[in-house]
């Protein structure tokens, strides 16, 4: 167990909905990361917050966004879902750089599939 | 989308063999991690790097962060079954910003 938890873990809804990722961070962790990862595809990064800030952003789409709240849970904010947007979207914590050692630890992932 | 080279793409080896990947970059970072993925789950952490040449093992697997800081490998010794997966580098920028490679999808026969 990592310590990171996401919910829900498996998510299916139709096209034009919008859907609600949840990641809770390690005890401890300021950072958090969003992945998408598509079917035998690798990990694409969409977006990094640090305590309640945006960071870092990766290729991700307008539809999408995130927030980071006072507590360090992460929401991830999926719109007008398209077909292409089915994927794992993986959320990962960690220690912010200037305290130390930094790996990121991954959640189990939502399995999100619009159908 | 942003990611690093990572090579081989796949590997097909027997028990008991030694296999030997390698990730790379045109940027420079000043951390290197190794994570192992089994399908429908989060990849794993196995090893991280933080220093330019520093070499660590885990067990079986040892792990080299390139003195150019633009590469890194991951050697597995003796493979066993178990370590069929798909493994991925990533690298962290000084932005803190955490990239990840391809992967290599490791196949191991008895």
């Known amino acids: 167990d990592s310590g990171v938890t996401q919910t829900p873990k498996h998510l299916i809804t139709a096209t034009g909905q919008r859907v609600t990722l949840r990641c809770s961070p390690r005890s401890g962790d300021l950072s958090v990361y969003w992945y998408q990862q598509s079917l035998d595809q690798g990990l694409q990064f969409l977006i990094q917050y640090y305590n309640g800030e945006e960071r870092a952003k990766g290729n991700i789409l307008e539809r999408f966004s995130a927030q980071q709240f006072p507590d360090l849970h992460s929401e991830l904010n999926l719109s007008s879902l398209e077909l292409g947007d089915s994927a794992l979207y993986f959320c990962?914590?960690?220690?912010?750089?200037?305290?130390?050692?930094?790996?990121?630890?991954f959640g189990q992932g939502t399995r999100l599939t619009v159908v | 989308g942003q990611q690093l080279n990572q090579s081989p793409q796949s590997m097909f080896i027997q028990e008991g063999e030694d296999v030997s990947m390698n990730c790379t970059s045109s940027?420079?970072?000043?951390?290197w991690l190794w994570y192992k993925q089994d399908p429908g789950e989060g990849p794993v952490l196995l090893i991280a790097?933080?220093?330019?040449?520093e070499l660590t093992s885990n067990g079986r697997l040892t792990a080299q962060f390139g003195i150019t800081r633009k590469d890194s490998f991951l050697n597995i010794s003796a493979s066993i079954p178990s370590d069929v997966g798909i493994y991925f580098c990533?690298?962290?920028?000084?932005?803190?910003?955490?990239?990840f490679g391809t992967g290599t999808r490791l196949q191991v026969f008895p």
């Open positions: 940027s420079i970072f000043n951390t």
């Open positions: 790097l933080y220093k330019a040449g």
């Open positions: 990962a914590s960690s220690l912010h750089r200037d305290r130390g050692n930094t790996e990121a630890f």
């Open positions: 990533a690298g962290r920028d000084n932005t803190d910003k955490l990239i």
